[in-house]
């Protein structure tokens, strides 16, 4: 009877470590996941008073490059650096206007123009570049067409 209690008591233990280690990951997993992602604090803020203008498209698969396919990007070129691009995957397109939702049916070498505010977070797997190169997810609060012209196509590279 002894060895049986024992062994009740070593299993028990066993249990509850696995299960502790479990628990362990599990939170951590949901902490990293916390801190970068569309649900994450926000970085930092672009207030509508900014008055960005950006490339809204919309990334279709691609085996290639299969970095964050099927979502809407904004692409923000800064104006005295040509070389400082700041892409931006949109976590509420809910927002998206049916007008900017028809980027969709371009090509990839098309865009709609427009203006935008929101709130920017960290992306969990970032792609390291340049430093003047970056990736985030934003949450909109405002966006509107600057042009009602068309879509616009990207000069060749």
Known sequence: MNNYNHLKNLCWL????????????????????????CESEALTTIPETCNLIGRLSFKSENAEDPFFNNHY??????HNCSNCVHHMIICNHEI?????????KLSEDE??????????????NDIFT?????????????????TEDGPIHRPAS
Do not use: A, M, P
């Open 111 to 124: 865009f709609i123009q427009i203006k935008f505010s929101g709130h920017l977070k960290e992306i969990c």
């Open 96 to 104: 998206l206007t049916e007008k900017c939702k028809e980027v969709r």
């Open 130 to 146: 340049t430093e003047n190169i970056t990736y985030k997810h934003i949450t909109l609060t405002s966006i509107e067409l600057v």
């Open 14 to 37: 066993i249990f509850l470590c696995i299960s502790s280690i479990l628990f362990l990951k599990n939170c951590k997993q949901d902490d990293i996941q916390s801190e970068c992602s």
């Open 73 to 78: 990007w904004i692409t923000f070129i800064e």
